[in-house]
């Protein structure tokens, strides 16, 4: 179990965390948090009807980090497309951000939340060393959505845009300041792929 979910009966995964391991997806999860920013109902004082009516941006994010969580949704991935197309999928794209992003925000925030929360219980409940964590199925999902976007976040500050990438940055040096990101780019990506294993088992 150490380093990798396993499925536990019944449903739900666990993993076994030390401290050190549990401090770092608790800060970079707060950063994501801090990073997603606020919604609705914390920008308009927590007024029901100003949330039910508020809309989301309509212009892609200027941090690239954001931009790689909240992608336009029309685009032409080569590049090929004629520029009357490409404004029509311009406009398409605000559109569609216009009315979604409120929530996909809300969604990621409540995924960070529980992956936060969770881990505030373990550590309340267990001493020094290792503790292992058990998830229920639903507690699974929000924590396969937190991981996921946390790759995405630290992905875009390394500018990695394929996995040949994180190949490269595997060997980088140790002296690199680069190396810590990478490594958590790359542990999270274990404890990601291990978290589906159990889910799709």
Do not use: C
């Amino acid at each position: 179990m150490p380093g990798h979910f396993e499925p536990l009966p019944g449903g739900g995964a666990a993993v076994a965390l030390d401290d050190v391991e549990i401090s770092i997806i608790r800060s970079l999860a707060v950063q994501l948090m801090e990073i997603i920013g606020p919604g609705p109902a914390e920008e308009s004082g927590g007024d029901p009807l100003a949330e039910l009516f508020a809309e989301g941006p309509s212009e892609p994010p200027s941090d690239p980090v954001l931009r790689r969580l909240f992608p336009d949704a029309y685009v032409d991935p080569e590049g090929t497309e004629q520029p009357d197309k490409a404004e029509e999928q311009r406009v398409y794209s605000a559109e569609f951000r216009r009315y979604t992003e409120n929530d996909l925000r809300a969604g990621k925030r409540e995924n960070a939340l529980a992956v936060i929360r969770s881990l505030d219980g373990l550590r309340a409940g267990a001493g020094e060393g290792e503790a292992v964590l058990e998830l229920t199925p639903e507690e699974s999902v929000r924590w396969l959505g937190a991981l996921n976007d946390l790759r995405l976040a630290i992905g875009a500050r390394l500018e990695i845009t394929d996995e040949d990438d994180s190949d490269v940055l595997f060997h980088l040096p140790d002296e690199d300041p680069r190396k810590p990101m990478v490594m958590a780019y790359l542990w999270l990506g274990g404890l990601q792929e291990t978290l589906v294993s159990t889910l799709t088992a």
